[in-house]
C-alpha cells in the first residue's frame, strides 16, 4: 500500500466552483509538501506545512494540516483555468537533516469553462 | 539563470550508451536531489547530497552514478540503462538547517531509453 494516498485520483471542476484534495501518510508526519506540476514539468512549490492545525493560504489556495489524522487537505476557491494541473503532496518523516520527500500519486484537476 | 536549472531537457540514449545529466541550482542551497518520475507511479527519492557528501542512496542500481563536486551543481550519470529507466528525472534543491525546509525543483529530463 501506498505511504501517501491522495484523493481523488481525478478531478473535473466547472470554472468558478470550489474543490478539495486530500492527502493521508501512513506514517508519521514531520511535515507535509504541496506542489503542483504541469505535465511533463517539474513541480511549483505551493505550501509546506508542519504543525497540527497549521493553515496557509495563496491566493485561492488553502493547505490544512490535520496532525492527527496524518491527512492534510489542499482548498481551491473559485478555481479557474490556470488552477488546472497536477497536485502532488509530498512528505517528510523526519526533520533531523536534508532529507528527501516521499510523494503521493498525485491529483488530475481539469477546469471546465 | 534562477532556480534550478537541468539540461538536457530531452534526451533519448540506446541501452549501450553514457550520458549524463545535469543539475545547477542558483538558490544558494546547501543540500541537492535527484528524484524519478514514471508514468503511474509517484516520484520516488533516488540521492541525495547534503553539503556535497551523499546522505541516502534509496536502492538505485549501479547504472546510476549521482556526482555533486560542489552545492550548486549535481550530475546523475547513466550507463547500460534499460527501457524500464525511461522517466522524467526532476533535481531539487533546499536550504537545510534544522528542521523543515522548502524544496524547489527543476523543469526536469524527459529521458528516452531505447
Known amino acids: 500500500s501506498q505511504e501517501l494516498e491522495q484523493s481523488p485520483q481525478s478531478l473535473i471542476v466547472q470554472e468558478g466552483k470550489n474543490l478539495t484534495i486530500n492527502c493521508t501518510s501512513s506514517?508519521?508526519?514531520?511535515?507535509l509538501y504541496w506542489y503542483k506540476q504541469k505535465y511533463g514539468e517539474g513541480l511549483i512549490f505551493l505550501m509546506m506545512l508542519q504543525k497540527g492545525g497549521e493553515e496557509k493560504s495563496h491566493e485561492k489556495i488553502t493547505a490544512k494540516l490535520d496532525e492527527k489524522k496524518q491527512q492534510s487537505s489542499l482548498h481551491i476557491t473559485a478555481s479557474q483555468p490556470s488552477h488546472a494541473g497536477i497536485y502532488l503532496c509530498g512528505a517528510a518523516h523526519s526533520g533531523g537533516g536534508a532529507d528527501g520527500l516521499t510523494f503521493g500519486k498525485g491529483t488530475h484537476l481539469i477546469i471546465q469553462p | 539563470e534562477t532556480g534550478v536549472t537541468q539540461t538536457p531537457r530531452h534526451l533519448v540514449m540506446g541501452m549501450t550508451n553514457k550520458k549524463s545529466l545535469k543539475c545547477e541550482q542558483h538558490l544558494g542551497h546547501n543540500a541537492m536531489y535527484w528524484y524519478k518520475q514514471s508514468a503511474k507511479k509517484p516520484l520516488e527519492l533516488m540521492f541525495v547530497y547534503n553539503f556535497k557528501e551523499q546522505t541516502e542512496n534509496n536502492s538505485v542500481p549501479s547504472r546510476f552514478s549521482p556526482e555533486c563536486p560542489n552545492s550548486s551543481h549535481l550530475f546523475l550519470h547513466l550507463h547500460t540503462l534499460q527501457p524500464e529507466d525511461s522517466a522524467l528525472y526532476l533535481c531539487?534543491?533546499?536550504?537545510?538547517?534544522?528542521?523543515?525546509?522548502?524544496?524547489?525543483f527543476g523543469p526536469g529530463t524527459r529521458l528516452t531509453v531505447t
Open positions: 531539487a534543491s533546499s536550504q537545510v538547517f534544522a528542521g523543515l525546509y522548502e524544496q524547489y
Open positions: 506514517k508519521t508526519l514531520y511535515g
